[in-house]
């Protein structure tokens, strides 16, 4: 439990530091623009109010109309191929912010079914980046007998390189196709790529915006829709191996720490031998410590079984006069 609390506090430290590097960061990177748009707009809402006599609330008349008419400039966004799209962005946390419910009736709609559909979008794509993983893994394995490896074996590495490469593709695909059909630079077509499959969302870019693009391209709608889904398939399941990866990393030392400590290892002499290997993870989140661990605990239940490195395998138990042949570990 200790351990266990010292982790938390040094990840909470991680994040914190973690925040206020990226704090110093943005303000370094983008204040200066900011202040440099803020007196641009200021100048140019003054020789507009001289130009044409506007008042100062008649100026934030305009801005307000300007505001409202935004979500507009892409056609209708409430006709079935533009809810469609609403409906992707509220239940995978994208949220780009382009459009929004105007009725009371439709926000209330709208906080329900987002209470059901992102519990069960994070299941499906938990569900699907598993299969995704599995089938990597399986053209990794294909691809090493293919090079005349005897025993060819597929570490959790390779499978974050591989994923690593994947995500990269599916990004450079999209950032392409989109830099085609928005007439966006490739920098910004990338940059909104990764923003959507991150669900981050932040709205700055958004497609399907320009020339009714929801009414008049259905080709290119349903390619959108496509592309948001299974990236975000590809996208999931790469962020949850690396997830994995991690915490069955970080939580392997303190298993070894107590496994050492138990009554069962207590009082046992230091192994002479040659070290046994550890089996290679597989590729999935289960720990192989934890595994270990629950084959001592059927050792307890079971006397006439010893574990390895306890005092009944070395030296205990029935013919403890005679030199044990080194036993086989079998696999867990």
């Not at 320009?210 to 999931?236: H, N």
Request: some cysteine.
């Amino acid at each position: 439990m200790r351990r266990q609390s010292v982790r938390t506090a040094v990840l909470v430290l991680c994040i914190l530091s973690y925040l206020l590097v990226g704090a110093a960061v943005f303000d370094a990177l983008e204040s200066e623009a900011e202040s440099g748009r803020q007196r641009l707009l200021a100048q140019k809402r003054s020789e507009l109010r001289r130009k044409y006599g506007f008042s100062a609330e008649d100026y934030r008349e305009l801005e307000r109309l300007a505001l409202q008419a935004e979500p507009h400039r892409a056609g209708r966004q409430w006709k079935f191929a533009g809810s469609f799209y609403f409906a992707i962005t509220v239940i995978t946390t994208i949220g780009y912010g382009h459009a929004a419910p105007g009725t009371d009736s439709g926000k209330v709609f709208c906080m329900f079914y987002a209470l059901l559909g992102i519990p069960l979008t994070l299941v499906t794509f938990q569900s699907l980046g598993e299969r995704l993983n599995a089938l990597v893994r399986h053209l990794l394995l294909a691809a090493k007998r293919c090079l005349g490896l005897r025993r060819p074996q597929v570490s959790t590495e390779n499978m974050v390189v591989a994923g690593l490469l994947v995500c990269a593709a599916t990004l450079a695909l999209g950032a392409a196709a989109f830099a085609h059909f928005e007439g966006w630079t490739f920098f910004h077509a990338y940059y909104y790529c990764f923003i959507t499959l991150t669900t981050i969302g932040f709205g700055d870019f958004v497609a399907l915006q320009s020339d009714e693009a929801l009414q008049r391209k259905p080709p290119y709608v349903a390619f959108s829709f496509l592309y948001i889904l299974l990236g975000l398939t590809v996208i999931g399941a790469f962020l949850n191996l690396v997830v994995l990866r991690f915490l069955a990393a970080s939580t392997d030392a303190p298993e070894r720490a107590a496994r050492s400590t138990s009554p069962l290892h207590l009082g046992a002499p230091e192994s002479r031998g040659p070290s046994l290997p550890r089996r290679p993870e597989r590729s999935g989140g289960s720990s192989v410590s934890y595994r270990i661990h629950q084959m001592e605990m059927w050792a307890r239940d079971n006397l006439g079984f010893s574990p390895p490195a306890s005092p009944g395998a070395l030296g205990g138990g029935c013919g403890a006069g005679r030199p044990l042949a080194p036993a086989r570990r079998k696999s867990i």
